[in-house]
């Protein structure tokens, strides 16, 4: 289990938890971080920050400090 701040551009997985203080963990579950969904990453700003997740149909920007509060089953490329 790795967390979603490690991912590079392309790399996808599973979620397997959130975690963080209450009110960054009620947002990140608002947005659809819950156990069981699938992410993968986009875009990674030339910079490495922010980096673009596509969960559930949409894309979605978050900082890395957000996405090492997501941790992530990596799934094997095809």
């Known amino acids: 289990m790795e ?3 490690d991912f590079q551009t392309g790399d996808r997985g599973i979620v397997c938890d959130v ?3 209450d009110a ?3 947002r990140l579950l608002d947005m659809g971080f819950t156990p ?4 993968s990453v986009a ?3 030339p910079t490495g920050d922010p980096i673009v997740v596509r969960l559930r149909g949409y894309l979605l920007s978050l900082r890395r400090s957000e996405a090492a509060c997501i941790s992530v089953h990596r ?3 095809a």
Do not use: I, Y
């Open 43 to 45: 875009l990674c700003a």
């Open 3 to 5: 967390h979603l701040s």
């Open 24 to 26: 960054l963990l009620a």
């Open 75 to 77: 799934q094997k490329k």
């Open 36 to 39: 069981g969904t699938r992410v």
């Open 19 to 21: 975690h963080g203080e």
